[in-house]
């Protein structure tokens, strides 16, 4: 498969995430329903892609409960340092962000643009396996990295950062799949650590939408839409991994 071809999908990717986080920013009067949509589609992510895919990858190298106990690893990792970043500090009653939230912030959309990373690298691999498995991967991908965009926004937002930072942080985890994609034409990273590095993210995921976004987006609005929108994220995103393959 052509390297032009693996950087057409990638830049593919790009704007997928730039759309998502336009949206993000456009519908920021209505953040918590998006929120809400966006705690559904994480969690999705991890529990109908990124663990099975870890699974799959890893299973000829290591056993089930090695990779879940990464996943496992993944999630506490996240839970000590967001609470690390955090300590001491909260929201107020007026909602009023505190001196560690952007910390927060920085600590998630970083996450998410490293995960974005994995998508253009995951993208050069499944190409380099074969075009079939790239054409699977590509379509998941383009799925994640828009809501990865909403996410990135919503992440530095809500945790007390302007929209110019969030926008910031969206050009970085928009060009993150094309590093990622790149990094392929020149790395190799072997199926065994790729799996293992999988099953961390989606530890890191399911702190993100289940400890982080979840409880924001039912704070202080009507908790019956807001979960209907979160069942619906991960509807959606279910949907289009198994549509994908």
Do not use: C
Not at 13 to 33: F, P
């Amino acid at each position: 498969m052509s390297p032009y071809f693996i950087l057409l999908i990638a830049l593919a990717a790009a704007g997928a995430t730039l759309i998502g986080g336009a949206l993000a920013l456009r519908l920021r009067d209505k953040l918590h329903l998006v929120l809400g949509f966006s705690a559904g589609a994480v969690i999705a992510v991890a529990f109908f892609d990124l663990i099975p895919e870890s699974i799959d990858l890893g299973l000829q190298y290591h056993s089930v409960n090695t990779i879940l106990t990464f996943t496992a690893l993944g999630f506490f990792a996240y839970t000590i340092l967001d609470r690390l970043i955090t300590l001491h500090t909260h929201s107020d009653d007026e909602g009023v962000h505190m001196h560690g939230a952007p910390r927060r912030a920085l600590v998630g959309a970083g996450s998410l643009s490293s995960h974005s990373f994995l998508d253009g690298f995951a993208i050069g691999l499944a190409f380099q396996a074969s075009p079939v498995i790239g054409g699977i991967v590509a379509v998941a991908v383009l799925t994640h990295d828009f809501s990865d965009g909403i996410n990135t926004v919503n992440l530095v937002i809500k945790n007390g950062g302007s929209r110019a930072l969030a926008f910031k942080w969206l050009l970085v985890d928009a060009a993150a799949p094309i590093l990622g994609a790149a990094a392929t034409l020149f790395i190799r990273v072997p199926e065994s650590a790729l799996s293992l590095i999988l099953a961390v993210f989606a530890g890191f995921f399911l702190y993100i939408g289940a400890s982080d976004l979840l409880p924001e987006s039912h704070h202080k609005h009507p908790k019956a839409l807001t979960t209907v929108l979160t069942l619906l994220g991960a509807f959606v995103l279910y949907l289009a991994i198994q549509i994908a393959g």
